[in-house]
């Protein structure tokens, strides 16, 4: 460090405790210079970072029920404490600091109370120890919230060193080579003397928020959106002027923060703001602002998502048996604890296991203090994985919690080359215990792939038998993907499926719209005794036993057959000849039959195109444009369930008081171009007549569709 | 009391939906029905040197007329068996309304020709449950290796109407392989619960076994007592013990097994037997008759 600034800064030291004396957290104190805040950067690496045991606290998740505190190298409860915690707690020093009854009370690990003072109300932010003292914060409420009180004691005995009342709102405490870092009021940084408490330096941010602070080994470090190490250069109080890691940004499950928000207390026993999140950890050994491992990891509830720091890249998922309670980043890879005690210890290259124990209590909630040092022998025989294994195994499972991770676990696997990837993505799509909205993702990832249609072909090979146990392929998917991959050898299947009554009828122009893509011949025969046998098949049949007709199909599925059926009738047209053009003819003179396949018998014999998607199909457009189904070429599925969102309150109240609430609605309805809404259907039906006008109601964006039929998934948890 | 045969369907079935569609049809099947009713089944049909039909309309057929289309079936239906049965076929594979599909696979049943068998085919297809279940009782009615295949096959539809009707269909023509396909289903449905009843597929399935099957088979059947529900199992019992060419023996190893059972359920079907064979009297009449007295 160069000498003249030094002396510079010592000099404004000396001006601020003689001369210009302000109160800590003056609104009027200056920003300090680079000098001041190199030198408190200084003053903590030359500190001797004490290194802690390695500690759980497990908290019921009836926090009611108290907490227990453990090794975790061994798992073994040190002790146990039956207090009613009123806040998350904290480990600090060895002590566990938590708040119960109007006090603030410290506990050894062997669950004895060390120390206590009044909490006068406020709610425990956090604590940290050095040095034979510790600091805590009260407040709580938010950023808003501008009360709150800085309490520096003896460790040891608990005596007061110095309380400060403040019109702020506070973030969580650091305390590391005599000063105490404390973020306030969104914006501020004040660097305190821990002995008297007067304010040594400041940091203002001019362009981010400051919602904590973190020391790691000889660092101190800031950051709320970003995260920040304290030295000279960070002075300029601006991200571009400060040397600083942002992660990239990603559409997480849960869309986690950066960092949680250290101006808000968290609950005890469990709080879903830990159970989403972003976990991390500075590496202060490497140059200038990393995290070790170069990654980071998104929590979300039992998935944790390993992401690289840089580029925001997976690189590998995990999927806990329990809720992830407890996850802390040491040099040996990610430690996590679930709820049901479990702790393992994962391998930071590729996520499997290499030490596992479990612990001998349990609790909603783990608050963990790890020395970035721990390490303990490999005890499992877990072998390697690869990534796509592990995203395999995350995006399944049927805990409908998961879906959203799911969701980005399939995500991730669409993105990933090869035919293996594809094969795994089939056999998520063939698990029937799968999410509609789920198969949903996975079916539209699936259907741009062109490497691994073997896996595609090996589904559809198989049909449904109620005696062997088979269920349908997802036939339809996987029509738009082989058809999308050019695979002519799908058409003999595909055509198997188009005649099975086990398909499901929304299956059935998915798979008319494939055989047009692959352009087979020997489908056109196929396709035109398709068409023959449904051209006419509307109304009721009376049953074999006798008595009055019974219309056995419901208006939606009549609707997506007729969909099917005159696409069929535009691909008989296309790719036949005078038979077919006479089986066209007879199609149009029948009365009976309906508006869709009319209109597309009519369209073929005055060879207009069949429609615009197909016509831009044939102009060499993206096969995604073909139109499948109507929702396909007209609105996305996401506008659909952002317009209808807007009335879900209204539609939940449906279900008010019904004896038995389903998962989920399903409406089915038809909307034009104009984003109208008419014919709307509801399963389970008894929710139809109070949820149809709701729906109806409803204002789609505007499409380029004539008419297209929508299904929105209405899940009705709360 | 409950007839535990009640539910199966009698040999000179009469397609009495027909008879609503249209009453010239009716008459027609009415007179087809009177005339199979007197006779046995039909031994199976040869396929050989078979003309299919077109899936084009029969001549002057205008399929868009439902009521002239049915009254072209019934009058099919009463002239020359072959002919109807390949105009109606053409009929049914050119595309119709599902009510005239439903009467025209009810007069292919009865005309029971090979020329229908690529409409019934077609149909054992179809999207609407209510016309598989037609297409497999005219299916039954041709008997041919290639319709058994296809019967078989229903039996794991996804429409449980529709895997009844096929094994009920099966207690009538079921050969070797489709035994082996009936105790497939009966197995699959025995263990899934629903009461004393079962599934429709487990009765239906368990009454064909026992219509259909060898000695083995009734064996086998004994050892789902008290494994499967009693009523899919009396069916099957019921149905064996009416068959005359089933032996002596196996028919009174039923009635023992039930014997020991000793069930009110066990009772109530063994008195059945008793009064139902009181004029024929056999060992094994005579052990229900004594069973029967012995349980309380």
């Known amino acids: 460090m160069k000498r003249a600034p030094r002396l510079a800064a010592l000099s404004l030291l000396l001006a601020s405790c003689g001369g210009v004396q302000r109160p800590s957290f003056s609104l ?177 941010s001019r362009d981010d928020v400051l919602g904590f602070a973190r020391r790691e080994g000889d660092a101190v470090y800031y950051g709320a959106r970003s995260l920040s190490r304290l030295g000279a250069a960070s002075a300029a109080g601006t991200l571009d002027g400060t040397p600083h890691y942002r992660p990239p940004a990603a559409e997480l499950p849960g869309s986690p923060a950066f960092a949680l928000d250290g101006y808000t207390a968290l609950r005890a026993g469990l709080d879903a703001r830990e159970r989403v999140r972003l976990v991390w950890r500075p590496d202060p050994h490497a140059a200038g602002v990393a995290v070790l491992h170069g990654l980071v990891f998104a929590v979300f509830h039992r998935d944790v998502f390993a992401l690289d720091a840089a580029s925001g890249a997976l690189r590998w998922a995990w999927v806990s048996a329990g809720d992830v309670a407890g996850l802390e980043v040491v040099s040996s890879g990610l430690l996590a604890v679930d709820d049901h005690g479990a702790a393992t210890l994962l391998a930071p290259a590729d996520g499997h296991a290499v030490w596992r124990t479990r612990m001998a209590s349990q609790g909603g909630q783990v608050v963990l203090q790890v020395p970035s040092s721990f390490a303990p022998a490999r005890n499992t025989d877990d072998g390697p994985r690869t990534a796509l294994e592990s995203l395999l195994e995350a995006a399944g499972g049927s805990d409908a919690r998961l879906v959203p991770a799911q969701r980005f676990a399939v995500h991730e696997l669409a993105a990933m080359p090869g035919a293996a990837t594809t094969g795994a993505l089939v056999s998520i799509l063939t698990r029937h215990t799968l999410a509609p909205e789920l198969r949903a993702a ?80 020997t489908s056109l025969s196929a396709l035109a005794d398709f068409v023959r046998l449904y051209h006419a098949d509307v109304g009721g049949v009376p049953p074999a036993e006798g008595g009055d007709a019974v219309i056995e199909r419901e208006q939606t599925d009549q609707a997506l057959l007729d969909t099917a059926v005159a696409q069929a009738v535009e691909v008989v047209a296309r790719m036949g000849g005078a038979p077919e053009q006479a089986l066209l003819d007879r199609v149009l003179r029948n009365p009976v039959v309906g508006p869709d396949v009319r209109a597309a018998a009519n369209r073929a014999r005055e060879g207009a195109p069949p429609d615009p998607q197909a016509a831009a199909a044939d102009a060499g457009a993206a096969p995604t444009d073909m139109s499948f189904e109507a929702t396909q070429h007209g609105l996305s599925g996401e506008q659909i369930e952002t317009a209808m969102s807007a009335r879900r309150a209204e539609v939940l109240e449906c279900l008010r008081g019904a004896p038995s609430r389903p998962a989920q609605l399903r409406v089915v309805f038809r909307y034009d171009g104009e984003g109208a809404v008419t014919r709307v259907s509801v399963l389970p039906e008894v929710f139809e007549a109070c949820v149809a006008p709701i729906v109806g109601a409803v204002q789609l964006p505007a499409s380029d569709v004539s008419r297209a039929l929508g299904t929105w998934i209405c899940a009705t948890a709360q | 009391m409950t007839t535990f045969a009640g539910r199966a369907r009698a040999p000179g079935f009469v397609y009495p939906s027909a008879m609503r569609i249209a009453g010239v049809l009716a008459a027609a099947a009415m007179v087809q029905a009177g005339a199979l009713r007197a006779q046995p089944l039909r031994p199976g049909v040869s396929t050989t040197a078979m003309v299919h039909p077109s899936p084009e ?84 009615r041709l008997r041919t290796p290639a319709m058994l295949r296809a019967i078989e096959q229903r039996l794991g539809d996804p429409d449980a109407d529709v895997r009844a009707e096929a094994a009920r269909t099966l207690a009538d023509v079921a050969d070797g392989p489709a035994v082996r396909a009936l105790w497939a289903a009966f197995e699959h449905d025995a263990g899934t619960g629903l009461g004393s009843e079962g599934s429709s597929l487990l009765q239906e399935s368990a009454h064909a076994l026992g219509a259909r099957g060898t000695v083995e ?38 009635v023992q097994a039930l014997a020991g059972l000793a069930t009110p359920q066990a009772r109530e079907l063994l008195q059945q037997i008793a009064d139902e064979r009181r004029a024929r009297p056999t ?14």
């Open chain 1, 28 to 204: 009027s104190t200056p920003a300090s210079g680079g000098d001041a805040l190199a030198a408190v950067a200084d003053r903590v690496r030359a500190a001797h970072a004490e290194d802690s045991a390695p500690l759980a606290v497990a908290v019921d998740e009836d926090p009611a029920r108290g907490f227990a505190v453990l090794d975790v190298r061994t798992g073994a409860v040190l002790g146990r404490v039956s207090a009613v915690l009123a806040g998350r707690p904290y480990i600090a020093g060895g002590l566990v600091i938590g708040r119960v009854a109007g006090s603030v009370v410290a506990w050894t690990p062997e669950g004895a109370e060390r120390w206590r003072f009044a909490d006068h109300g406020l709610e425990l932010l956090g604590a940290s120890a050095d040095g034979g003292l510790v600091a805590v914060v009260l407040g709580g409420g938010g950023v808003t919230r501008r009360r709150g009180e800085l309490h520096v004691r003896n460790l040891d005995d608990g005596a007061s060193v110095f309380v400060q009342t403040v019109s702020h709102a506070l973030g969580a405490p650091v305390i590391a080579g005599g000063s105490v870092f404390l973020p306030w009021d969104g914006q501020n940084l004040s660097v305190l003397d821990a002995r008297s408490g007067a304010e040594t330096a400041r940091l203002r």
């Open chain 1, 442 to 521: 996975v079916g539209e990832a699936l259907a741009t792939r062109t490497e691994g249609t073997d896996a595609m072909l090996e589904a559809l090979e198989h049909h449904a038998d109620y005696v062997r146990g088979i269920e349908a392929p997802p036939s339809g998917y996987l029509a738009r993907a082989l058809a999308h991959a050019h695979e002519r050898r799908a058409a003999a299947m595909l055509v198997s499926h188009l005649f099975d009554p086990a398909t499901a009828v929304a299956d059935l122009a998915p798979i008319v719209a494939a055989l047009r893509e692959l352009e087979d011949p």
């Open chain 2, 57 to 140: 309309p029969p001549p002057e057929w205008d399929l868009g007329n439902s009521a002239d289309t049915l009254a072209r079936i019934a009058r099919a239906a009463t002239g020359d068996p072959r002919r109807g049965a390949l105009e109606i076929s053409s009929a049914l594979l050119a595309g119709v309304e599902p009510q005239v599909a439903a009467a025209g696979l009810d007069a292919l049943g009865v005309l029971a020709r090979p020329e229908s068998a690529d409409a019934i085919l077609r149909f054992l297809d179809h999207r609407r449950a209510s016309l598989r279940r037609r297409a497999l009782i005219a299916a039954a």
């Open chain 2, 217 to 254: 088979d009734m064996d086998h059947l004994l050892t789902f007592l008290r494994r499967a529900p009693f009523g899919a199992l009396a069916r099957a019992f019921d149905a064996a013990l009416r068959r005359p060419d089933l032996p002596d023996a196996p028919k009174l190893r039923i």
């Open chain 2, 283 to 296: 060992p094994y009449v005579e052990a229900a008759r004594a069973a029967v007295a012995r349980i309380q």
